[in-house]
């Protein structure tokens, strides 16, 4: 969709996929996504957005009084509930610089000036970068049952607040790890798409499957489980290049729907 590196111009990509043109986070309707924006003009609002690590910490909006979790910074908070990939842009002279594809891991509440100086509550995001896992789905443990499994999956999908401690891209991996878990032992030994046994076993005797998130770029991250189906690679291939992938994705997503008890919509 974007590539790492490339300069877009912000009105172009508002006119391709829609959001608000102002501000620093912009909410298109209709598409997979959440924009975010960073710049140094950003500082006079009393931003401080900046690298930590492997984790780049991202302040919400709200110019006046405490920030709080509406429109832009809900959005960012639930993103993984509800299906969307986070997209950093880095605002430069030239246009906006794509960064990459990035998960909230967490977030904490500090102390800050507004654009009026006034001291207020901010909230600061840990954005994880995405793409670096492989798209083989995790092990389930052995001898637990699939509702502790599930269970332990929705706790690891709902938006996590925590202190920063230089951990968020440690403990994103083990969130997004116990959904894997829990999804491959859903899917019983099965592609959750074709229905067909997994293609063969590893050498620990544990069927090969692999992870797809229907609605995001990035095969990772710890996303509601009605969004993450185990595959076998050749319907996730498909999934990815197939000239059917729309009506592949929609029957998928009418699966899930149904064995999460939740809507596809």
């Given at each position: 969709m974007f590539q790492i590196g490339q300069i877009y111009s912000r009105t172009d990509l508002h006119r391709a996929h829609g959001g608000q043109p102002q501000g620093g986070?912009?909410?298109?309707?209709g598409f997979a996504g959440v924009l975010l924006f960073t710049g140094e003009g950003g500082q006079r609002y009393g931003y401080r957005d900046r690298w930590d690590g492997d984790v780049f910490r991202y302040t919400g909006e709200g110019q006046r009084g405490d920030m709080t979790f509406v429109r832009g910074n809900r959005a960012i908070r639930d993103h993984l509930q509800d299906g969307k990939d986070l997209h950093l842009f880095e605002i430069e002279p030239e246009g906006c610089r794509y960064v990459g594809v990035f998960a909230c891991g967490g977030w904490t509440v500090e102390r800050g000036p507004d654009v009026d100086g006034s001291d207020r509550s901010v909230i600061v995001f840990d954005l994880v970068p995405q793409g670096s896992r492989s798209d083989e789905a995790a092990i389930p443990p052995p001898g637990v049952p699939l509702e502790e499994l599930r269970r332990r999956a929705?706790?690891?999908s709902a938006?996590?607040?925590?202190?920063?401690?230089?951990n968020s891209v440690h403990s994103f991996r083990i969130r997004s790890r116990q959904v894997a878990e829990?999804?491959?032992a859903r899917a019983d030994e099965h592609c959750e798409s074709c229905g067909s046994p997994a293609p063969f076993r590893r050498t620990d005797n544990t069927p090969y499957l692999e992870t797809h998130h229907i609605r995001?770029?990035?095969?990772d991250g710890a996303d509601h489980p009605r969004w993450v189906a185990a595959v076998c690679p050749n319907c996730h291939r498909r999934a990815h290049h197939g000239s059917d992938r729309d009506e592949l994705k929609r029957r998928l997503a009418e699966r899930l729907a149904s064995l999460e008890g939740t809507t596809s919509a």
């Open positions: 986070i912009a909410t298109p309707r929705l706790a690891a938006p996590v607040v925590a202190p920063h401690t230089g829990y999804v491959v995001r770029v990035a095969d």
